[in-house]
T-cell receptor, first 114, second 114 residues
Framework: KNQVEQSPQSLIILEGKNCTLQCNYTVSPFSNLRWYKQDTGRGPVSLTIMTFSENTKSNGRYTATLDADTKQSSLHITASQLSDSASYICVVSDRGSTLGRLYFGRGTQLTVWP | EADIYQTPRYLVIGTGKKITLECSQTMGHDKMYWYQQDPGMELHLIHYSYGVNSTEKGDLSSESTVSRIRTEHFPLTLESARPSHTSQYLC?????????????FGPGTRLTVL
């Protein structure tokens, strides 16, 4: 059962516009939540990582928020660029094992049009 | 330069062939992982390793095998490839302790079995 749900599944925006991607999770016990950017045919690249005590973290034009109470996270992209076109994956880690198991969302496919 | 490499990037092969997907990292990470990802779907963990001579199966059952003879090297082998093995295979590595940096992913190998 997929414990990380992302929405929307796909999104098309015009260059220069802002957008927000959503992630809801049911993973427990929670360790941290990560947002990755995956270009087509490439491996995922980490954008942000947030622990339980953090509710916002920025990386350039990317700002992630976390509400651990409602188990929701969002990734806000400001002033989008054509190079932002990619799949954005929400990943939640639990504390239930030494491995720190990762639960992956299916990603939001973002397309930025000129 | 610290990085994680995968070869080949693309592989098209006939049914029944034996294949080995290579993964190497130069970051000195103890933990390494193999994921399988179909288009538009989430990553599924198929193998992981805590260190040299340590290998474990992941969440998704796979007919592939792995070995960890050297810290930096984590190859994946399919003894007899089948069309059902067609997928993208992603290798990742991380530090022993969860420093909050997360996993570093390689560029992936796109495997097509005819």
């Amino acid at each position: 059962k997929n414990q990380v749900e992302q929405s929307p599944q796909s999104l098309i925006i015009l260059e220069g516009k802002n957008c927000t991607l959503q992630c809801n999770y049911t993973v427990s016990p929670f360790s941290n939540l990560r947002w990755y950017k995956q270009d087509t045919g490439r491996g995922p690249v980490s954008l942000t990582i947030m622990t339980f005590s953090e509710n916002t973290k920025s990386n350039g034009r990317y700002t992630a928020t976390l509400d651990a109470d409602t188990k929701q996270s969002s990734l806000h992209i400001t002033a989008s660029q054509l190079s932002d076109s990619a799949s954005y994956i929400c990943v939640v880690s639990d504390r239930g094992s030494t491995l720190g198991r990762l639960y992956f969302g299916r990603g939001t496919q973002l397309t930025v049009w000129p | 330069e610290a990085d994680i490499y995968q070869t080949p990037r693309y592989l098209v092969i006939g049914t029944g062939k034996k294949i080995t997907l290579e993964c190497s990292q130069t970051m000195g990470h103890d933990k390494m992982y193999w994921y399988q990802q179909d288009p538009g779907m989430e990553l599924h963990l198929i193998h992981y390793s805590y260190g040299v001579n340590s290998t474990e199966k992941g969440d998704l059952s796979s007919e592939s095998t792995v070995s960890r003879i050297r810290t930096e090297h984590f190859p994946l082998t399919l003894e007899s490839a089948r069309p059902s093995h067609t997928s993208q295979y992603l290798c990742a590595s991380s530090e022993s302790a969860d420093s909050g940096v997360g996993q570093f992913f390689g560029p992936g190998t796109r495997l097509t079995v005819l």
